[in-house]
């Protein structure tokens, strides 16, 4: 019997015959008890899954990042691993690479009949700190195209590397006190990593990305720092001679020789007066995704976020696949793949 379906309903939801899986849930007040939710990676529009009483899953790696950033335990979850087959019942789900973030995952969800493949944020490059992401095989893939639109292109990480180093070491030359704007897990690591790795500036790092650093060291992800808060830390921001990594919230604690940057993929498009701004982004560019699409066989794909529509008419045209923005899971749009 053919049972599977595809929706959002407050997350991406694949019915089974073994139960409601649900991806990375944005809501969880009115989920069935019985449900098993999944959470792709610690950023925190991902996250809220955890606070659901009902059974979690992640990579240890994910749960540690959200405990150390939020202070709270989870509770009710078990750990996966990349490459390690769970199974619900009669269906197989396989955590795989998402290349995003330490711990990121994509889910393979084999069933008697048919295949799907679940990526949140997905990155097709490797960085300093994660490796490219996996590319399943599978017959329908629900994908997150934070980036489908055809504008946004990244250049070579090794470039944008080169030049955030660059910028850095000159604006340290003329006094100024490089800072960086960037989200306190993932994103402050790789920057961390890169003047770790290329430079022999000490970096400095507000509270909150001092505590996911913490967890990419526990990692095994080798990360040198030292804390906003301690006497050095202090003394390194008022002299000025380091990299200074913090998140976007804390402007009004940034010194006056601070020289500020943003590294995001939206740099690409939308450029900043007061901040330098590096095309540095987590997530596939247009050409990885609809790349990454192409591997994977996919027949039906369907697609969430912002740009769903403009990249499921490339997919349309460019790959002959089936491609849509997924549908709202409702009695009425029911999916029956
Ligand atoms: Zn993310």
Known sequence: MRENRVGWLGGVVIDTNDGRMVFDPAATRSMEHDAHIFISHAHSDHTLGFQSSIMKYSTKETKRIFEKLRGKTVRNWRPVEYGQRIRIGDTEILPLNAGHMLGSAQFKVVTSDH?????????????????????????????????????????????????????????????????????SSGKSQEIVRLFNVYTKLPVVCASIVNRANEAYNEAGIDLSFVEADTMEGKTLLRKGNCVYVTTRRTNSSVPHHASEAMATGWAVRFGSRSYASFPLSSHAGFDQLIKYVAKTDARRVYVFTGYGELISKHLRKELKVEADPLPLFSQRSILDY
């Open 115 to 183: 295949t799907y493949v679940y990526t949140g944020d997905l990155n097709c490059v490797n960085t300093l700190t994660t490796e490219a992401a996996e590319v399943p095989k599978c017959d329908t893939l629900i994908i997150e195209a934070t980036y489908g639109d055809p504008s946004f292109i990244f250049p070579r990480r090794e470039r944008t590397y080169a030049r955030i180093v660059n910028w850095a070491l000159q604006e340290v030359k003329d006094g100024h006190m490089p800072t960086f704007h960037v989200y």
